[in-house]
């Protein structure tokens, strides 16, 4: 029984993470979307992370700031091959 409690214990809250951002559940899908993609997270991770970070527009911002940067870096080195 401790078990079951244990993995209720871990599921992320999507209403609370939807509250706490004021997002709609469609809203959330697509941002934690594009946070597990750009990490390389599983989806529930990238909730969590959503959970625990209070600024979602500065952390959007630095995500696809640092996907920019990322892409910009892989294409100066494909270039100089």
């Known amino acids: 029984m401790a078990e079951k409690t244990n993995n209720n214990n871990d599921q992320a809250d999507i209403d609370l993470i939807c509250k ?8 959330l899908v697509q941002i ?13 991770d990238a909730l ?15 995500m696809k700031n640092n996907l920019v940067d990322k892409e ?8 100089n091959i």
């Open 32 to 44: 934690v979307t594009a946070v597990a993609r750009n990490y390389d997270l599983r989806p529930h």
């Open 48 to 62: 969590k992370r959503l959970f625990e970070i209070d600024d979602l527009s500065k952390y959007l911002e630095d």
């Open 72 to 79: 910009f870096k892989r294409q100066l080195r494909n270039k």
């Open 20 to 27: 706490k951002h004021n997002l709609g559940r469609y809203d």
